[in-house]
């Protein structure tokens, strides 16, 4: 899920370098933290959040294919 989210997140801000996914386990939880440059905060959550959702829309997908729950947080850099 990790590398999802990553690939997901470089294909949308203007500055991939900056991109930083954090995964952490506890039992059959997953939290992933996504960190961006500020300049791409907007790209990434989007009008209303639409974007934002809509990753954690396909993240709960492959988390669920897998047996596990899933949650994004886009921490502010």
Known sequence: MKDLIEYIARSLVEHPEAVEVHEFRTGGRVKIELRVAKDDMG???????????????????????TGQQATLDVVEP
């Open 43 to 65: 790209r990434v959550i989007g009008k209303s959040g639409r974007v934002a959702n809509a990753i954690r829309t396909l993240m709960r997908v492959a988390a669920e294919r």
